[in-house]
């Protein structure tokens, strides 16, 4: 490396400029850009198809998942819903021809088991609570 001039050069003695470091990469790729808008799904158009599947699907999941009991299972259930759509396109493309990237796939399932496994894989049944607490809630 020829510190003088801050670049470096490969076995073949051709000039290359210096590579950020992993702390000054990982700084730019977080950092958020200064006209940032956060865009949510109740902001989607919900006359867009699946716009509308994607939230029924996380309205049932939040159900099978016990409720909206917290915030974190809220947003584990839009993650677990959107990731299962991004694998169920994946299967059916492939399945009509077209390439598949099995890595993607396999990473996709794995992110999902994650989800599942942390919102409970199996169905809840919300607890009905006794008369008094029925009558309360009316």
């Known amino acids: ?3 003088s001039n801050g670049h470096q050069t490969d076995k073949w003695g051709t000039a290359n400029l210096r590579k950020q470091s992993r702390r000054q990469q990982k700084r730019l790729s ?3 850009h200064k006209q940032f808008k956060p865009y949510f799904w109740q902001d989607a158009d919900s006359r867009i ?3 509308r599947i994607i939230r029924n699907r996380v309205e049932r999941m939040k159900s ?3 409720g909206s009991e917290s915030y974190q299972r809220e947003i584990l259930c839009q993650r677990a819903v959107f990731i299962s ?3 169920e396109t994946a299967e059916t493309r ?3 021809g077209e390439p598949f ?3 993607a796939y396999v990473q996709g399932v ?3 088991m994650g989800l599942l496994k942390a919102l409970g894989l199996e169905k809840r049944v919300k607890s009905a609570g006794g008369l008094k607490e029925y009558l309360d809630s009316k």
Do not use: K, P, W
């Open 1 to 3: 490396m020829d510190s």
């Open 30 to 32: 977080l950092a958020l």
């Open 49 to 51: 198809a699946v716009v």
């Open 64 to 66: 099978d998942a016990g």
């Open 85 to 87: 759509i991004l694998l």
């Open 94 to 96: 492939a399945a009509e």
């Open 101 to 103: 990237d099995m890595g």
């Open 110 to 112: 794995n992110a999902l």
